[in-house]
């Protein structure tokens, strides 16, 4: 297997340039979206320069940017697997999607009918359903956890499923705690019952390859600045379904699902995001240049894939040396492939946001709170004391900057201790 090359692809990114009081920057905020290559800029320049124009105009620069649109729909079919560039569509984000296209699939169903949801999952995957849901007069269900683990109790998703069940909602891979989930299998017992099934894969997406077809979902959204690009939502839906739903368009709009003019900059720069994967598995996943993009992206996802768990063993590793530090989800070495990358945590005596705070003051992102999965971090009776700190590795992150973000947070871990001590201490003298 060819070696991962993480410096040369470091020097894709301008930011990771980026110096904080004359240390370099460590950004471990992927979840919260990830940095660009110089190709994505380079490509959402290059638009502005060539092809700015509106849709469907006579001439060349709209021309250009309908050929560039075009090609932004087949590198997502190429980059999710699926049948037709026709299946995908873009929006502001994977959460403006879902509201949307929500819409579409509540006016199929009828009061009484179930959607069932995740207490996992981000909210974007949870609070659309339930707002149609009283709109329309349906019942939510909710799937459970098993707290040790903080993986999807699948008892209760079968408990939930019956012929009343229209929809299942539930995300690839937890955003707070990095949770894979069964997704086929999820699928699988969702279409037993007839139900359709809406992936989160906004989290999934920088990690993992993604297939459509092969898992069978009926509907997927992620996110492309998750993923290296720029701020665009991808919604993926099965064609036979996209076609039969009510969609709620304006009259002379060409597509049924995409409203008002697009980011056409942006998709530009979506496919110079895939273009960017399908390169990092020529590089390294040591695919040949030949192949076909879909293919390339598959390599260069298996090689990013390898690389940071075999970054996040080295975290995980360090993090178990902390005193007073909490690890939340799979912390089993031998199922570190059922999760991605994102550690969340607790230190003893000191609050997510200090954590964070005292971290951006060394130079160290990483992100603090709930991250909008909300009733994850309700349901693990984090709520009240400000959720958790969020380390969140991508491929660009290196061994010495993991090896930076322990020693500091073992440095903060010390100084709570030592403040506690010290605390104690003090009460003691005074009661004596």
């Keep these: 297997m060819t070696a991962f090359d993480v410096e040369t692809l470091r020097r894709q990114f301008p930011a990771l340039a980026i110096q904080d009081g004359g240390r370099p920057v460590a950004l471990f905020d992927g979840p919260g979206g990830t940095q660009v ?38 590198a997502m079919a190429d980059m999710l697997g699926a049948a037709s560039p026709d299946e995908i569509k873009f929006g502001a984000n994977m959460t403006s999607l879902t509201f949307h296209v929500s819409r579409s699939i509540g006016a199929t169903m009828e009061p009484g009918d179930e959607i069932v949801v995740s207490i996992l999952d981000h909210e974007g995957n949870v609070g659309p359903w339930k707002a149609i ?8 269900r909710t799937i459970d956890i098993r707290e040790s683990d903080v993986t999807l109790d699948l008892t209760t998703l079968d408990a ?11 995300g690839w891979a937890s955003n707070a705690v990095g949770t894979i989930n069964p997704v086929a299998e999820i699928v699988r017992r969702a279409h037993a019952v007839g139900a359709w099934t809406y992936i989160d894969a906004v989290h999934a997406a920088p990690h993992l390859p993604i297939d459509v077809q092969a898992i069978g979902t009926d509907f997927l959204a992620c996110s492309t600045y998750k993923f ?3 701020h665009v939502g991808v919604l993926y839906g099965r064609g036979e379904i996209l076609d039969a739903l009510p969609a709620y368009k304006l ?40 192949r076909s993009r879909r293919e390339r992206v598959l390599d260069g996802m298996g090689a990013i894939r390898n690389y940071e768990l075999e970054l996040y063993r080295r975290l995980a590793d ?21 999760r991605t990358p994102t550690a969340a945590l607790t230190l003893d005596g000191i609050a997510p946001r200090a954590v964070a705070a005292a971290l951006g003051d060394e130079g160290i992102a990483v992100w603090d709170g709930d991250f909008y999965a909300t009733g994850l971090i309700e349901r693990l009776g984090l709520a009240e004391s400000g959720g ?21 947070l073992g440095r903060i871990a010390a100084g709570a201790g030592a403040a506690g001590a010290s605390s104690r201490a003090t009460a003691a003298a005074s009661a004596h």
């Design 251 to 290: 009259r002379p709009a060409s597509d049924r699902f995409e409203t008002g003019t697009g980011n056409f900059e942006g998709l530009a720069g979506v496919t110079a995001a895939v273009e960017y994967l399908a390169d990092v598995g020529v590089a390294n996943g040591g695919a040949r240049p030949d």
């Design 388 to 408: 958790v700190v969020r380390i969140g590795l991508t491929h660009y992150n290196t061994a010495a900057e993991v090896d930076r973000l322990v020693d500091a």
């Design 160 to 170: 939930v499923l019956n012929e009343r069940t229209k929809l299942v909602a539930v």
């Design 228 to 230: 290296f690009g720029p």
């Design 318 to 338: 360090g993090l178990a040396t902390i005193p007073g530090l909490t690890l939340y989800g799979i912390t089993d070495r031998a199922r570190f492939d059922e």
């Design 133 to 140: 849901a009283a709109d329309r007069g349906f019942v939510i």
């Design 37 to 74: 290559p110089q190709s994505v800029i380079d490509a959402i320049g290059d638009y502005y320069r060539t092809s700015n124009a509106n849709h469907d105009g006579p001439f060349l620069t709209s021309r250009r940017s309908d050929a560039s649109v075009h090609e932004a729909h087949q």
